[in-house]
């Protein structure tokens, strides 16, 4: 197909695309109250003379008030911007006469006439000789000014307390009304109380400021979920993923300048990474570290000692609640003093939070404090050298241990805290500075109970902890097993692949064979999840295994288990056959093995052992977490191959639920449901972390269908170079999967001639390795594009061959594609008994589509019925409404096609209007041309055209750059009420 350009902000591919910070855009998000406040005082001429904006530290203030004064500007209303910063505190009358100043100039611009007296000459003076009535008589006196105009004074807390408190007693109400200050200033508020602690100096002022009568407060509060979303929508130009907002929001608390901050590294790093215009957090990215340029960094620096050295070790011991305080001063060797001091210095800068104690509890004192921006705590924390960080965290660690605290149940931890982390990561951390036996067994525990992890939380770090503590080769190999399969199971193969490598090579004297038997397995395992073909490749020789002192029973199960993952069914039969008694000998390697026989037969064509074996029960001597594996490789191989009515009885009689299944299992399941949105939801996530590959044989299944989604969806380019960007691995498993995808894209745009090739290359490729698995799909593809070719006997030779993949294989699904390729193709102008047996062909296709209980397939078995005249016409609306459920707008269009040449209503005359312009809309986003658009839609060229003017006309946009500008930010195009 004709290559266009890439839309790299909404790129669907392997991977994914990384995503980039954008600065603040026009909107003000989750300020409205706030906005709309703020200009009806401002435009009242009865209202406050002061208006004060006022939040903590990176809420917004000075955003807000720009964008305040550009309202206003707007309006007419001259606004003049002074600017204070850090310093201006300490040169008393500074702010006031930079007021005067700007007033007075101001009024000479706009009046053109020299004023009879001068307020900034006679200012000026005041400040030189410290002369306090002068200073407030030269102010009062440029304010009274009639000219309409705002003061903007930002970030006032910085300014000089004696100016604040001049302007505090300055007569506003001889102030003409068309004269107004507008202040902002930092004012750091718990939320826990509400209420702020006693500042000082420019503080206290500010506080007196607010109380005058002439003064209206607007406090600018935290951005709740929703807002804080819309935010980072805006500055990633990508809809957010929950998991990925949850974090954000539980890391900045709400406050945009932290929000910023934690977007701005994870940016950097290519951290969040965007697939389909959805922005994903990379799995196992690490949480960024604050750079020292940062307000809240450069905040705490400015704060003098003990300050520092109380906010590092509260980094470590925050948790503890009020004990903390006595704990720091001891870890310290500061005075209790001291750090009561630093503490309340803390909390006023807003560095810290005050806890309350709870409503009902009899002490006044606070029951402990927490980071405001709990990112800060984190770098703080993190940036610990590693021996005072061993030394808080043992001081911890002691202190909960002598109160009885264990990983389930850590009693004297704040409800604030990550109760379920706290301690193994302050054990983990403390490393021989604490028992090591109970350590070792703390951390084993923990772990066990957080898999598998698949935020890492951090059971992986507790098991490598767990290893550095232990001495003996044996109990380490066991560890360093336990910590390698961990890893596997929140997705750090590479880390598990170590740990592997590490047993497999020099395991230990006297350790378990099945322990041994194990690594190997999770060793290949690790190298295929990696797509690490050239490794599998030699680890599915003898020659490999040759050498290492391993188990007869392990060298065959991994090597079986190498020649399984590259789909050398053959091979891998072949040598189980040699080595069938070894296997056999323990009931874990009997049950693997047997799974990889019954698979590999299927795959060539003997699916009998495949079938029976699901109407067996478990082995009973297997562990739970190795029956729930080979479960899930057995539903991932129905859903594969389309029986979604197997795999939910064996969700059933297994006892497993769906929310607990890996991803991609879910991902299949919800694809065969019709449950698209879900579907896609989850393949975004797989893709960009790189999550292509399924159980085998379904390598490639996850892409595949995707694209088919893709495709439905009117989104041909998005589909192409989905399976573009997951191809050309170098000795991988069969693409036969993605040549079907990809050659029902180029059917798509009409072109036939490459969709044979493509089709032609998939089925060479299964035959080479006597695969059957999905030759069904590329057999009944190839036999209508041969028909649609004019190639009748090839159609028929096709068709002959699929019917005896059906009969072999004995799918609902072969047998489904072979009745309904059978109806398309069998020409019904040339006999009577041709269009008999395609009728029959397709009345039975009706029958077993509805019986398999799958929207898409039932839908598009119903279109092809009703246009071979085998169903009544009325049928599509059933596969209307199938299709609208999915989102499948390019085959309910094709559908209401369909419906019109049998003289039906189609339902909703508006509503199916703006989905076909929403549909236009789409494919002019995918790069498509007019005459590719028209083929898609099976129209010609004219008809496009038309309809494209008719867009043009309905939506006022002059040109397919708006129009596709706008499906790329997700603008609605039309609405079914236009």
């Known amino acids: 197909m004709d ?79 002074v600017d204070c910063v850090p310093g201006d505190g300490e040169h008393p009358q500074l702010l006031a006469l930079r007021l005067v100043m700007a007033l007075e100039e101001h009024r000479s611009a706009t009046t053109k006439r020299t004023p009879t007296r001068k307020p900034a000459a006679e200012a000026l003076s005041a400040m030189k000789h410290d002369d306090r009535t002068a200073m407030a008589e030269a102010l009062a006196a440029a304010l009274a ?37 507008l202040l902002t200033a930092a004012r750091h508020t718990a939320p826990a109380r509400r209420s702020p602690s006693p500042g ?44 990925l907002m949850r974090r954000l929001h539980e890391l900045s608390r709400g406050i945009p300048g932290a929000l910023d901050a934690l977007l701005v590294e994870w940016t950097a790093q290519d951290a969040i990474r965007t697939a389909d215009g959805h922005a994903f957090l990379g799995t196992g990215a690490p949480i960024p570290l604050l750079p020292g340029h940062d307000r809240y960094v450069a905040a705490l620096r400015a704060l003098e000692e003990p300050c520092g050295t109380v906010a590092t070790a509260l980094s470590i011991l925050w948790p503890l609640g009020r004990p903390a305080e006595a704990l720091v001063a001891s870890s310290t060797g500061l005075a209790a003093e ?11 800068e807003g560095i810290l939070d005050e806890l309350p104690a709870q409503p009902r509890s009899p002490a006044s004192s606070p029951r402990g404090w927490t980071f405001r921006v709990p990112l800060l705590a984190h770098t703080v924390r993190e940036r610990l050298g590693p021996v005072k960080r061993s030394h808080l965290s043992a001081t911890a660690v002691e202190a909960l241990w002598a109160s009885g605290a264990t990983p389930k149940d850590p009693t004297q931890l ?203 029960p478990e082995e009973p001597d297997l562990a739970p977490s190795k029956a729930f594996a080979f479960n899930i490789a057995t539903f991932d191989v129905l859903l594969g191959i389309g029986d979604l009515r197997g795999a939910a009885n064996l969700l059933s009689t297994r006892g497993m639920r769906l929310e607990l299944l890996p991803q991609p299992n879910r991902f299949l399941w919800h694809h065969l449901n019709g449950q698209w949105d879900e579907a896609l939801s ?69 072109e036939l001639g490459r969709a044979e090739e493509v089709l032609r290359r998939g089925l060479r490729a299964a035959d080479e390795r006597g695969s059957f698995y999905g030759t069904d799909e590329l057999l009944a593809s190839l036999a209508e594009v041969h028909a649609e070719a004019g190639h009748p006997d090839r159609a028929t030779a096709c068709l002959a061959r699929l019917e005896r993949t059906a009969e072999q294989m004995n799918s609902g699904r072969t047998r489904l594609l072979y009745l309904l390729t059978s109806g398309k193709i069998l020409d019904p102008d040339s006999s009577e008994a041709h269009e008999s047996e395609a009728h029959k062909h397709l009345s039975e296709a009706v029958d077993l589509a509805r019986s398999r209980s799958q929207p898409f397939e039932t839908a598009v078995t119903l279109l092809a019925a009703v246009r071979a005249n085998a169903a009544p016409a009325t049928l599509l609306h059933e596969a209307y409404e199938h299709f609208g459920e999915m989102g499948a707008t390019l085959w309910r269009f094709r559908t209401r096609t369909a419906m019109r040449e049998a003289g ?15 549909l236009l809309a789409t494919l002019l986003a995918e790069g498509l041309t007019n005459r590719q658009i028209a083929g898609v839609l099976r129209l010609s060229e004219d008809a496009v055209a038309n309809r494209l003017s008719r867009l043009f006309a309905r939506t006022g946009m002059r040109s397919r750059t708006e129009v596709v500008t706008a499906v790329l930010r997700g603008t609605q195009i039309t609405t079914p009420h236009h």
Not at 24 to 34: I, K, M, N, S, V
Not at 66 to 76: K, N, Q, S
Not at 146 to 170: F, G, N
């Open 682 to 750: 989850l393949a975004r996530r797989l893709l960009v972390d790189g999550g292509v590959l399924n159980v085998v044989p379904g390598h490639h299944l996850l892409p595949a269908r995707t694209a088919a989604v893709l495709l439905a969806q009117g989104r041909p380019t998005s589909a192409d170079r989905l399976i573009s960007s997951v191809r050309g691995q170098v000795n991988g498993p069969l693409e036969h999967v993605l040549d079907h995808a990809e050659a029902e894209i180029l059917r798509t745009l009409g």
């Open 145 to 181: 000014g009639p000219t309409p105009t705002v003061v903007l004074v930002d970030d006032a807390h910085h300014a000089d307390a004696e100016s604040l408190a001049l302007l505090d007693e300055v007569d506003f109400d001889r102030v003409p009304p068309g004269i107004r200050v």
């Open 904 to 918: 039906l209503t189609v339902p909703g005359r508006r509503q199916a209007t703006a989905e076909n312009e929403h």
């Open 338 to 348: 001291s750090v009561t001091d630093g503490i309340r210095t803390l909390v006023d």
């Open 3 to 81: 290559r266009v350009a890439a839309r790299t902000d909404t790129e669907l591919v392997f991977g994914g695309t990384a995503a980039r910070f954008h600065g603040p855009g026009e909107d003000l998000l989750g300020r409205t109250a706030e906005s709309d406040e703020a200009d009806d005082h401002l435009r009242d001429p009865a209202g406050p003379r002061l208006l004060l904006v006022r939040g903590e530290r990176g809420i917004g203030r000075t955003v807000f008030a720009h964008a305040t004064a550009e309202r206003l500007r707007a309006g007419g209303i001259a606004v003049l911007p």
């Open 200 to 243: 000082s100096g420019s503080g206290q002022a500010m506080d007196r400021l607010a109380d005058n009568r002439a003064a209206h407060t607007i406090a600018l509060p935290r951005l709740t979920l929703e807002e804080a979303t819309a935010m980072v929508a805006q500055r990633l130009r990508s809809a957010p993923d929950a998991d």
């Open 414 to 616: 704040l409800e604030e805290a990550d109760a379920q982390t706290y301690l193994p990561d302050r054990i983990a951390d403390a490393g021989f500075l604490v028992d090591r036996d109970r350590a070792v067994t703390e951390l084993t525990a923990a772990a066990h109970s957080l898999y598998p992890d698949l935020e890492r939380r951090g059971m992986l770090r507790w098991h490598v902890g767990a290893v550095r503590l232990i001495e003996e080769q044996y109990d380490r190999d066991l560890a360093i097993l336990r910590s390698g399969q961990a890893a596997a199971g929140c997705g750090d193969y590479r880390t598990a692949r170590t740990a592997a490598e590490w047993l497999v090579c020099g395991p230990a004297e006297g350790l378990d064979p099945q322990a041994v038997h194990e690594a190997a397995t999770l060793l290949v395992a690790s190298a295929a999840a990696e797509q690490d073909w050239q490794a599998l490749s030699r680890m599915g020789t003898a020659h490999w295994w040759e050498g290492l002192p391993l188990s007869a029973m392990a060298t065959v199960s991994g090597r079986v288990q190498a020649l399984w993952q590259l789909e050398k069914w053959q091979e891998a039969l072949a040598l189980m056959l040699q080595t069938e008694r070894v296997w056999q000998a323990t009931p874990g390697s009997r049950a693997l093995l047997e799974l990889f026989r019954r698979v590999a037969e299927y795959v060539l064509g003997r699916p009998d052992r495949f079938i029976r074996a699901l109407a067996l």
